[in-house]
């Protein structure tokens, strides 16, 4: 080979690194991925972007599930106590961040500091967390509260694992790094040149749609080759089109609806329990054309489920509400000292299943003289957080760690960042109190059948469907499996280069 050609090669090869790629990997073919959300930003400890950012496959935690959802470990080899609240993480070694830099003790602790400073829901199962580096391999960690399975608490999803350059920006492990990011649009991405396997890995085009009947057609027309989240309606149509595999799988994903119990109607007990019962969950799982009715606040395969559907009871409904004093007009109008019950509810398009119920749940309450006023919003956790509402459908991973106490804590529990409900129960805070020295898996899902036991009772919440999720996938990636809910979409092993 003439030299000639060589300083041609040669020239190209530190022409790849210069922008970041990895040789073969950076020049195949994108990837393009579609989806109806993406990170709000690059600060991991901000709102969800550590969740977002390991689905987008940048990010990792030092525990996680596997496919099977088991609790395994990830950038952690293992987690061990050595007191009433300390414990030791060793971390694997030869572990890289993006930048080259090797993951240590003392550079995870800067990231840890960051998200406990800066996210309130990373406080939900054992308070603030301080750490200290022990040595290179070995992070010392202090947690506030007890925590039974420091573990499962690093596998919640506000618990990525991440560093912090001299410029304050956060640097990863994952398989794949951020080329370019356009706010609420589209996220580049190429291989994380320090993660193992990176020339076999294909760049990524991740692009966020506004509604999902748009993604189905950039699908449809070969712009994508994989689409997460397509609406159930259209599902029939796709599986015709012989240049496109279908994928549907279970997800441990809950629609449930928060009631908010600081509004005038809802702050009445009876008037929630009422909801509850006008809530038809069987017709809500048939309008999205996928999904069981709800036992309650886990899907059912988890150990800790509910065994029976939530009950549909419209006579015990509207006695519930002439208790409460909102009795029936001549119209059949609920009221109450002359004003009618009116009530909002919200949900967002990202979701597009929840859009689907929302005018079924708006047609199951005027069955019981309820009107209801509805509105889909694109920030969903800035509107419920401001309390402008009544009811509030919701799509969430109730069990992400494979343990029931995270959602409870971080979304139901007096005072808790996320608690959109405002449910505020001494009794049921006392059960969720008995995670904390409870280390026995039979024994913690007793605690979770009581917590939901009580909240049966108190209705700050009414769970609806455990649903059923679907992807479109191209020939490229006909053999995608998807699994993790929305939690793990790009994995270190799709996006082999062609």
């Known amino acids: 080979m003439s030299s000639k050609i060589l300083s041609r090669l040669a020239a190209a090869w530190l022409a790849a690194i210069a922008i970041g790629g990895t040789g073969p990997a950076s020049a195949a073919e994108p990837l393009h991925v579609g989806a109806t959300y993406i990170t709000s930003g690059l600060d991991p400890a901000k709102g969800s972007n550590g969740w977002a950012l390991v689905s987008h496959g940048v990010g990792e935690n030092l ?26 993480v060793t971390l694997k070694p030869d572990r890289s961040f993006s930048d080259g830099s090797p993951v240590t003790a003392a550079a995870l602790a800067a990231g840890f500091d960051h998200t406990f400073a800066t996210n309130k829901a990373a406080l939900a199962t054992g308070g603030r967390l301080t750490f200290e580096a022990a040595d290179d391999l070995t992070l010392k960690i202090t947690t506030e509260k007890p925590v039974a399975f420091l573990q499962a608490l690093f596998a919640e999803w506000p618990l990525i694992a991440y560093t912090l350059a001299d410029d304050g ?19 580049a991405l190429e291989p994380n040149a320090h993660f193992a396997g990176a020339q076999t890995r294909s760049p990524v085009e991740f692009r966020r749609f506004g509604d999902a009947q748009s993604m189905t057609l950039a699908l449809e027309s070969g712009e994508l080759d994989l689409a997460f989240g397509l609406p159930s309606e259209v599902v029939g149509r796709l599986k015709a089109n012989p240049d496109l595999t279908i994928k549907s799988f279970p997800v441990g994903y809950q629609y449930l ?14 008037v929630r329990q009422a909801l509850d019962l006008a809530f038809d969950r069987r017709e809500l799982a048939a309008a999205i054309n996928g999904g069981e009715p709800a036992t309650g606040a886990y899907a059912a395969y988890f150990p800790f489920a509910g065994k029976e559907p939530r009950p549909t009871d419209i006579a015990k409904a509207e006695a519930l509400l002439d208790e409460a004093g909102w009795t029936k007009d001549a119209a059949g109008i609920r009221r109450k000292d002359g004003a009618p019950l009116r009530l909002l509810a919200i949900t967002y398009p990202q979701r597009p299943d929840l859009v689907t119920m929302l005018p079924v749940v708006k047609s199951q309450f005027a069955k019981i003289g309820i009107a209801l006023d509805t509105q889909v919003i694109e920030n969903i956790q800035e509107a419920a957080s401001t309390g402008n509402f009544d009811i509030a459908l919701w799509a ?7 343990d029931p106490a995270f959602f409870l804590n971080s979304m139901l529990r007096t005072g808790a960042a996320l608690n959109y409900a405002k449910y505020a129960s001494p009794e049921f805070d006392a059960i969720l109190d008995r995670f904390a020295s409870e280390g026995d898996a039979d024994r913690r899902a007793a605690i979770a059948l009581d917590a939901q036991a009580k909240l049966f009772v108190d209705a700050p919440a009414s769970f609806l469907v455990s649903p059923v999720w679907y992807v479109g996938l191209s020939k490229r ?19 082999e280069a062609r």
């Open 63 to 88: 525990f996680t599930v596997d496919k099977d959802g088991r609790l395994v470990p990830a950038l952690a080899e293992k987690a061990e106590r050595t007191g009433d609240l300390t414990w030791t």
């Open 257 to 270: 609806a928060f009631l908010n119990t600081t509004r005038p109607a809802l702050a009445d007990v009876k």
């Open 396 to 402: 969430q991973h109730t069990a992400p760690n494979g």
């Open 169 to 187: 920006s956060a640097v990863f492990t994952g398989p794949y790094r951020i080329a370019d990011f356009k706010a609420d649009t589209a996220l």
């Open 477 to 495: 990636l006909q053999n995608y499996e998807p699994w993790g809910s929305d939690y793990y979409v790009l994995r270190a092993d799709i996006g």
